[in-house]
C-alpha cells in the first residue's frame, strides 16, 4: 500500500490540488496568529569577509518565541515566516543571547535571482574585498 499524497493547499484552492490529495492547510494556517509580522520584520544591510555575504534579519519577538531556539531554519521555513530576500541565503547561526535575530550568509559571488555561485563572480568578490582590505590599512 501506498501512502496518501498530501496536499498543503488553502481552502480556496482546493479545485488546483492533485486528484486524491488529502488537503492540509499550510503550516502557518495551523500555527500563525493573524497579525501582520512580515511587515516589522528588520532587515541588516550586507557585510562580507573573503567567503561569505552576511545579514541579520531581526524578527519580532513574539514571532520568535514560537521558534526552536536551536534549530537552524531552511529556506521555506523562514520564507514561510515572512523573510523577503533573494536567493541562496542560508541560515547559518542562532545568536543565542538574542534569538530573534536570524543570521544569514550566502557565499560570495551568489547570483541572487538563481542561489547558484558563479566562480567569476566570486574570484571577483574576493580581490575586491582583498583590496578593500590593503587599501584600509594603508
Known amino acids: 500500500t ?17 486528484r486524491g490529495a488529502a488537503l492540509v492547510p499550510p503550516p502557518s494556517f ?9 511587515s516589522r520584520i ?8 573573503q567567503d561569505f555575504e552576511y ?9 520568535a518565541k514560537r521558534l526552536s531556539k536551536t534549530k ?3 529556506d521555506a521555513e523562514w520564507r514561510e515566516l515572512g523573510v523577503q530576500q533573494s536567493r541562496g541565503w542560508e541560515h547559518y547561526a542562532i545568536h543565542r543571547p538574542e534569538p530573534h535575530i536570524l543570521l544569514f550568509r550566502r ?8 542561489g547558484r555561485v ?7 568578490a574576493k580581490e575586491a574585498y582583498m583590496r578593500s582590505l ?3 590599512l594603508a
Request: hydrophobic share 25%; charged share 25%; proline share 12%.
Open 42 to 49: 528588520e532587515y541588516s544591510e550586507k557585510y562580507n569577509d
Open 55 to 63: 545579514r541579520h534579519v531581526i524578527l519580532p519577538k513574539e514571532l
Open 107 to 114: 557565499p560570495l559571488g551568489t547570483d541572487p535571482t538563481t
Open 134 to 136: 590593503t587599501e584600509n
Open 2 to 18: 501506498t501512502t496518501p499524497l498530501r496536499c498543503f493547499c488553502w481552502p480556496h484552492l482546493s479545485d488546483h490540488a492533485p
Open 30 to 38: 495551523l500555527t500563525m496568529p493573524n497579525h501582520d509580522y512580515a
Open 72 to 74: 537552524l531554519l531552511s
Open 118 to 124: 558563479d566562480p567569476e563572480a566570486q574570484r571577483e
